[in-house]
């Protein structure tokens, strides 16, 4: 096992027992990042779904066989990206004795920080792809508006030379008939665009220092 491999493993033990926040009361588990250590292209999300919940994976319901598809679409895997969230607890509030998805707080986001940090860091994608807003607003920037500013490379972030936002597989399946074909198609352009950042980084001369 590489030493990246060893650390996440040991990031991902600490992480399972984490109570920074109130999540760790209602989640049923700890949904850490997952697919290959050496990833270059890092997909990150908002949090983990009522599915995500029980299986400890990662879209693991039925948003995730919409990311399994965009990926297909480039000739990709999850196993070829790593792929989390900067939540790792399910964010959902009790109504009517029935656990209801909500968006995380500022406060949860910010508690689960270290993890997320700890990841990337790790693993330093050179392209990181934001999924929806909120991984945006973490990882970009704090008033990053998905409608202007998909789409757009951003170079001055904490974990990655590049970072581009898209629209998470979850608001995909929202959508209806064209729109819903429409919207698939900007994840699909959206996740060739992140490869060809990547292309290009990799092209580019190491900076050498003597």
């Not at 297909?72 to 792929?83: E, H, Y």
């Amino acid at each position: 096992m590489s030493t990246i491999r060893t650390k996440l493993q040991t990031l991902k033990t600490q992480a399972s027992v984490c109570t920074a926040c109130d999540l760790s009361k209602t989640r049923a588990n700890v949904v850490f990042g997952s697919g290959s250590a050496d990833a270059k292209l890092a997909v990150v999300a908002e949090g983990p779904s009522a599915a995500d919940n029980h299986t400890t994976l990662p879209f693991s319901g039925p948003a995730g066989n919409v990311l399994d598809e965009v990926l297909a679409a480039n000739g990709l895997t999850r196993s070829q990206v790593w792929l989390t969230n900067i939540i790792k607890c399910r964010a959902a509030s009790l109504k009517g004795g029935v656990l209801k998805n909500r968006p995380p707080k500022v406060s949860e986001i910010k508690a689960c920080s270290k993890w997320l940090g700890g990841e990337l860091t790790l693993i330093q994608p050179s392209v990181i792809l934001c999924m929806g807003a909120p991984a945006a607003k973490a990882l970009i920037h704090r008033s990053f508006r998905i409608t202007e500013e998909r789409g757009v490379w951003f170079t001055d972030t904490l974990y990655a030379p590049f970072a581009m936002a898209t629209f998470n597989p979850a608001y995909v399946m929202r959508q209806e008939g064209e729109d819903f074909e429409a919207v698939r198609q900007i994840v699909i352009n959206d996740i060739a665009e992140a490869q060809r950042k990547l292309d290009e980084s990799e092209a580019l001369p190491k900076l050498t220092l003597f």
